[in-house]
């Protein structure tokens, strides 16, 4: 078959595909692009956020997970407790236009709309890019950081979308100076807000295992600049010198004020402090820089995660919890998504998705860690945030809120364009 004539029988069966839906009132299908790794909790958070989401909004649609090779199957286990009817597929679409596996290529003859995910930037670009040269059927973005760094060579694909979703409004604004141009581009929360994943037979236990009470600890999240991933053996690395260097540079500067956050809450509150990971190279930056830096009577009241966590365990354990603090994302998010209270400290190696605290209306409590004044504000918060507890649930119902209404509002239009096809 010529190419001209393969695409045009491509266009075809997808508006027969179409308008079959439309006419046959059949349930809505989603094809889901999204889970890009499975070494953070956070990448792992934006996918069953996004499907709980869509089970509330638009309770009759059909979805299939279209996931990254990496996908384990710990993983995907964890999310069919969650979603036991979800199907999964992995694969590319080739150059020629056909699907690498079966399961793929049923996957996309099946749907109507394509969804990616929220992420740190349009992540499966080249997915979505052979979607619409060879599929032809509608697509959007959900809930993604936009930046020079990842994307602003991808404007032309991008303003295809039927809609654009950017988690942060500095990404928002970005876009339309560098000219993506879509009909519909707005601030839509991470989907990660939606997280509701629990293991709470597991944190239950580590907690009575480690003399933590619901309630009485605040959880600390760190990180370095460069996130270390040479240290995992799956993510088949080198060592990166000009990275770890500056790693190496900066780590105390980033972390001394965290440490001194972890001090005044033990010294001036009856709290407790865990030290917990979100990716798995962390445990050890939180031994280093937090637990083996603390003076003997601190470390006494403070918990070390040792080992890694999946979400549905890091969720049930931050709902447990008092609050969180430290430089992660993805942890506050799904904390503050589940009415936990979260600060939140950035750099600008971690693009523009801290801003997006800023935009809830939780501008007091994300601080720059670049900039020297927001070091000193640090333990004040922490411990306002400890000793008020009324007053900081009160801030969390306010932004909860506001996060709630643009997850009914980005869903309304999804539901919109699967209404259409």
């Known amino acids: 078959m010529q190419r001209r004539d393969f695409l045009k029988s491509t266009l075809a069966a997808a508006m027969a595909t179409a308008c079959s839906a439309a006419e046959s009132g059949r349930a809505p299908r989603i094809l889901l692009r999204s889970s890009w790794q499975v070494v953070n909790i956070g990448d792992i958070a ?3 956020g996004v499907l709980a989401l869509i089970e509330k909004h638009i309770p009759n649609a059909e979805v299939i997970l ?3 090779y990496d ?6 286990a964890m999310e069919h407790h969650r979603f036991p009817m979800l199907k999964i597929v992995k694969g590319r679409i080739g150059d020629d236009g056909k699907a690498s596996n079966a399961d793929l290529a049923e996957a996309i003859e099946w749907a109507d709309f394509l969804l990616h995910g929220s992420g740190p930037s349009l992540v499966a670009a080249r997915d979505v890019a052979s979607w619409v040269k060879h599929v032809g059927k509608p697509f959007g973005v959900y809930g993604i950081t936009y930046g020079d760094f990842w994307d602003a060579d991808r404007k032309e694909l991008l303003s295809q979308a039927k809609f654009i ?7 928002l604004e970005f876009a339309k100076q560098q000219g993506v141009n879509c009909p519909i581009m707005e601030f839509g929360p991470d989907g990660a807000f939606a997280c ?3 293991d709470d037979d597991r944190a239950d236990a580590f907690l009575k295992a480690n003399g933590l009470e619901e309630g009485k600890f605040l959880c600390c999240l760190s990180r370095l600049r460069y996130s270390p991933y040479w240290l995992i053996p799956s993510k088949k690395r080198k060592l990166d010198p000009e990275r770890h260097a500056y790693n190496e540079k900066m780590k105390e500067h980033d972390h001394a004020v965290l440490r001194e956050a972890i001090i005044a809450v033990v010294r001036e509150t009856p709290l407790k402090v865990l030290l917990c990971p979100e990716d798995m190279t962390q445990m050890a930056v939180g031994k280093e820089m937090f637990l083996d830096k603390l003076p003997a009577d601190v470390k006494k009241r403070v918990v070390w995660r040792e080992n890694f966590w999946l979400t549905d365990e890091a969720l049930s354990t931050y709902v447990r919890s008092a609050g969180l603090f430290g430089s992660e994302m993805h942890s506050p998010i799904m904390a503050l998504g589940n009415g936990i209270p979260a600060i939140v400290c950035r750099f600008k190696e971690q693009t523009s998705k801290g801003f997006m605290w800023r935009d809830i209306g939780l501008g007091d409590w994300l601080f720059d860690l670049d900039q020297p004044d927001d070091h000193k504000k640090i333990v004040p918060a922490v411990l306002d945030l400890a000793t008020n507890p009324q007053a900081a649930a009160q801030r969390v119902a306010k932004a909860r809120a506001f996060v709630e209404k643009r997850q009914r509002e980005t869903m309304a239009e999804l539901k919109r364009n699967l209404s259409t096809v």
């Open 46 to 48: 934006h996918t069953p």
């Open 66 to 68: 279209w996931a990254s």
């Open 71 to 76: 996908l384990s199957d710990e993983v995907a």
């Open 196 to 198: 509701d994943l629990r």
């Open 165 to 171: 979703y950017f988690r942060d409004s500095v990404s």
